[in-house]
T-cell receptor, first 113, second 113 residues
């Protein structure tokens, strides 16, 4: 099975600060995705990150708040900027192995105080 | 049009029972319908998926029933076990295009011993 490593697994942050979440995949992938999952809720796509191009953001998410980097085909970062308590959530990265199976990281549980 | 509606929100069955989770969609462009299983503290994992050209797919104890005309699909878990207790998400996507997954709201399943 695919290996996808996400760091940190959890963090407690002060409001107004920023947190960068890292996602490392065990093989090269074209598209990576970042999702947000509020506790007990469903997953909502934040953005799609392709290597060598700007990330594509979904409605309600903007680059200034959630800048994404994709420096190579195995790595991506998501930054949650100028955090507020409303940003408390689980953030997950994801990629496709082949064309049909999406793999997810274990998630980063963020609490903003 | 981009929503996937999932029901019920929660479900409790006895061991050996057959829980059924239902999903409905509006966008007829969706052509891939996976089900994900998520345990606490873990990312979602692909359970089973179906394309709209078939009406049923079975893998082990898990079966997807698909009704294209009604734009509905469901997950059946045969001979359910306490280890099946988890949250289940249906999803939909348009393959060969954006690949992004639109998730249902999730169903929390508890299988009692």
């Amino acid at each position: 099975s695919a290996v996808i490593s996400q760091k940190p697994s959890r963090d407690i942050c002060q409001r107004g600060t920023s947190l960068t979440i890292q996602c490392q995949v065990d093989s090269q992938v074209t598209m990576m995705f970042w999702y947000r999952q509020q506790p007990g809720q469903s997953l909502t796509l934040i953005a799609t990150a392709n290597q060598g191009s700007e990330a594509t953001y979904e409605s309600g998410f903007v680059i200034d708040k959630f800048p994404i980097s994709r420096p190579n085909l195995t790595f991506s970062t998501l930054t949650v900027s100028n955090m507020s308590p409303e940003d408390s959530s689980i953030y997950l990265c994801s990629f496709y192995r082949g064309t049909t199976e999406a793999f997810f990281g274990q998630g980063t549980r963020l609490t903003v105080v | 049009q981009q929503q996937v509606k999932q029901s019920p929100q929660s479900l409790i069955v006895q061991k050996g029972g057959i829980p059924i989770i239902n999903c409905a969609y509006e966008n007829t462009a969706f052509d891939y319908f996976p089900w994900y299983q998520q345990f606490p503290g873990k990312g979602p994992a692909l359970l089973i998926a179906i394309r709209p050209d078939v009406s049923e797919k079975k893998e082990g104890r898990f079966t997807i029933s698909f009704n294209k005309s009604a734009k509905q699909f469901s997950l059946h878990i045969m001979d359910s076990q306490p280890g099946d207790s988890a949250t289940y998400f249906c999803a939909a996507s348009i393959m060969d295009s954006s690949y992004k997954l639109i998730f249902g709201s999730g169903t929390r399943l508890l299988v009692r011993p």
